[in-house]
């Protein structure tokens, strides 16, 4: 392991709320690419499609690791989940709360899970067209000032591939609480990896 990857497990490891960093061999990325792969494919069931570019992002990094984490990281400061038909968003994560509060008193909208808003108004301009689950990824702060590192992106992965990447590594599956992040850079002066 180099140097900047050494530093960067140990700035991992000592974020609050991160238990375990482990790093992605080939054999993982490609499984990890092929389960998200099939969702983009097939769909949530009944919900619509599903493209989670963040992940794809990522794996297009030279350097990704996961981290296990759990409720004590901190919480994501920008929305990465998104509800579109067309280029209408019908549903959003929401991070901002005084933006959410402003939301919640409208009646056009529907709050789920305390920071999903759905746009009912927007849901009825867009009816026949299939609508897409879009998940983004995520700048990771705790790491992007680190000296000789540059596109640092994190992404949450489908559940499926937290439950691949739980197994593989012998992580509790049980805990609710617990959840994975994977996290791609690359290091100044070496080519950009774009397999995926």
């Known amino acids: 392991m180099t140097e900047h990857l050494e530093q960067i497990e140990t700035v991992l490891k000592s974020t609050k709320g991160i238990l375990d960093v482990k790093w992605l061999d080939r054999e993982a990325r490609e499984r990890i690419f092929e389960f998200e792969n099939r969702a983009y494919k097939n ?40 509800w579109v038909a067309g280029d209408i968003v019908i549903g959003e994560e929401v991070t901002d709360k005084t933006r959410l509060k402003r939301l919640e008193k409208k009646n056009t909208v529907k709050i789920l899970r305390k920071k999903f808003v759905l746009h009912l108004d927007k849901m009825k301009e867009v009816r026949g067209h ?62 950009r990896r774009n397999e995926f």
């Open 130 to 191: 299939p609508p897409v689950f879009i998940v983004r990824g995520l700048p990771f702060p705790e790491i992007d000032g680190i000296h000789g590192i540059q596109d640092v992106l994190s992404a949450s992965p489908i559940g499926s591939v937290d439950v691949y990447l739980k197994k593989r590594y012998g992580w509790d599956m049980n805990a609710k609480d617990l959840g994975t992040i994977m996290i791609g850079f690359n290091l100044f002066g070496e080519p």
């Open 43 to 82: 769909g949530l069931s009944g919900l619509g499609g599903y493209h989670n570019e963040g992940v794809k992002e990522v794996l297009s990094r030279k350097h990704v690791c996961v981290v296990l984490n759990n409720n004590e990281f901190r919480h994501a400061t920008e929305p990465s989940l998104f």
